[in-house]
């Protein structure tokens, strides 16, 4: 039985596969089980910012398995010690705090409950197209209705603002709002830069009402958009930022930064795996790494000569091309499966982002000429 006959036997599937068993990678690059190479715009899904196979994140990997992979947050551990200061001195200056956990979901249900917990109110509003997880909470604050209804009731309390439309944000909140959760760029959405401003008034509205501005960073975060967080694009600070994806150069990991204005949340919350020697280990190597190699200056130029480029030969079946950084989004007229696998048999994966837009989220180490490849086999496939 080969791979996919086996996964397909043995696995129970939630996401439609392609065809494609992928087993190696490299940088940009990654190879499937006959040899073909394939640049790599899904990236893991955005987490493979450092690059697949990332000698310094491997060699911290294989050290930490050596000496430590376990030890639960009853316990101090080094590696963890270290990590959380990094944490906040990356972080935007309020954020003085971390909480570890192992994946975007489980950031978003901490956060949630810190926020209810500091708060003591229970409403929670968060943005038409946003998508925080798959998990009952972060699902409650997860637009898309076929991913929602099969699984009701939710978490009560729970509701929906148009994103961009401040007015209607402060018309939302009251005294029983305890969190607004936004991405600063909608990924699932649509890849949907927030507008100049909005953050700013959603910060103010909440301020108005003592409400906790969330941001959910688990695709925006670690250079992605040009930045080391999307939210210095804007000034503006939350109350807590959710971190996953990217954090620790493909290792599961999720993280939560606060400022002070959280109870003590000792009994309150937990994880057996969050904060792991193992996952932190790599979190450190990764961090190092995008500061080494000035990743989110990278990610800028790179994202800023792909619109440059695929500009200049645009084709009539695009309808818009939004980017900030390697968060690249191209909307097409039509529905975009179509050209996704035209994508791949050019030798170029990358992800939809609703029905009609191409969501591409390379490793921040792509090179120029990979760039460019990027953008000419996308042309060849949308003339198509
Ligand atoms: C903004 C955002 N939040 C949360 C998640 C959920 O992350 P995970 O799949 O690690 O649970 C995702 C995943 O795509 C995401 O893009």
Redo the contacts with the bound molecule.
């Keep these: 039985m080969n791979s996919r006959e086996a996964e397909r036997t043995w696995g129970l599937e939630v996401y439609p596969k392609r065809e494609l068993t992928l087993v190696r990678g490299s940088g940009a690059e990654v190879w499937d089980d006959r040899g073909r190479r394939y640049l790599d715009c899904v990236g893991g899904?955005?987490v493979a910012s450092v690059g697949h196979a990332n000698p310094a994140v491997a060699r911290a990997i294989a050290e930490q398995a050596r000496t430590l992979v376990t030890c639960p947050g009853i316990f101090y551990n080094d590696r963890r010690a270290e990590l959380l200061e990094k944490l906040v001195s990356i972080a935007p200056p309020g954020l003085t705090r971390a909480f570890l956990c192992n994946?975007?979901?489980?950031a978003?249900e901490a956060a949630l409950k810190f926020a209810r917990l500091a708060t003591g109110r229970p409403g929670i509003v968060s943005a038409m197209r946003g998508?925080?997880?798959?998990t009952m909470g972060?699902l409650s604050a997860t637009f898309r209705k076929d991913y929602r209804e099969p699984f009701a009731p939710l978490v009560p309390g729970f509701s929906f603002v148009p994103f961009g439309d401040a007015d209607k944000l402060r018309r939302t909140v009251d005294d029983q709002t305890a969190a607004v959760l936004l991405?600063p760029v909608q990924?699932?959405g649509g890849v949907r830069p927030a507008k100049p401003g909005y953050l700013h008034a959603v910060r103010a509205a909440c301020d108005e009402v003592g409400a906790m501005l969330i941001l959910?960073e688990?695709?925006t975060g670690f250079c992605r958009t040009g930045r080391m967080f999307a939210c210095e694009h804007h000034g503006v600070e939350p109350d807590l930022m959710?971190l996953?994806?990217a954090i620790a150069g493909g290792v599961p990991m999720?993280a939560v930064l606060a400022g002070d204005r959280l109870p003590p949340l000792i009994g309150k919350h937990g994880t057996t795996f969050g904060g792991n020697p193992l996952a932190c280990a790599a979190a450190l190597a990764a961090i190092r790494f995008m500061e080494d190699e000035r990743l989110a200056e990278r990610a800028e130029e790179r994202g800023a000569r792909f619109r440059d480029r695929i500009s200049r030969k645009l084709p009539a079946r695009v309808r818009a091309v939004r980017q900030l950084g390697l968060m690249i989004g191209v909307e097409l007229r039509e529905r975009c499966r179509p050209t996704l696998e035209r994508l791949m048999e050019g030798g170029v994966l990358a992800l939809p982002a609703g029905s009609t837009v191409i969501r591409l989220l390379p490793p921040l180490v792509i090179t120029e000429a990979q760039v460019d490849e990027v953008v000419d086999v996308l042309v060849a496939a949308l003339a198509r």
């Design positions: 899904i955005g994946s975007g979901a489980e978003v998508f925080h997880g798959r972060a991405e990924g699932e959910d688990s695709q959710c996953a994806k999720g």
